[in-house]
């Protein structure tokens, strides 16, 4: 399995920014994708998650109101819409992969990463 992200970029408090995770390899239903995000120095943080099969998402309480996860079957895809984005919200986001059919909250439990898009948030 390969994940690959891609939208980050720089945006100014307020803003919005939608991140994309495509997954290339073996049929995925009964996995769950989990989107976490990592700053120098800090563990990596849940940030959302989403039941491939079942569409059931989770979020973080930071992020809760501002930040939806969907995905796209007929693209392999999960995406992350940032909305009222925050300087504190400036990260490296990786989109993660693990299969159950719900999406754990800590990083250890998944099986792939992609290697990361870059979120910078300006005040």
Avoid: I
């Amino acid at each position: 399995v390969q994940l690959e992200e891609s939208g980050g970029g720089l945006v100014q408090a307020g803003g919005s920014l939608r991140l994309s995770c495509e997954a290339s390899g073996p049929a995925f239903s009964g996995s769950a994708r989990g989107w976490f995000r990592q700053t120098p120095g800090k563990e990596g943080e849940f940030v959302a998650g989403l039941g491939w099969s079942t569409g059931y998402t989770d979020y973080a309480d930071a992020v809760k109101g501002r930040f939806t996860v969907s995905r796209d079957k007929a693209e392999n895809t999960v995406y992350l819409k940032m909305n009222s984005l925050k300087p504190v919200d400036t990260a490296l986001y990786y989109c993660a992969m693990q299969y159950t059919v719900v999406a754990a909250t800590t990083p250890e439990e998944y099986d792939y990463w992609g290697q990361g898009t870059q979120v910078t948030v300006s005040s």
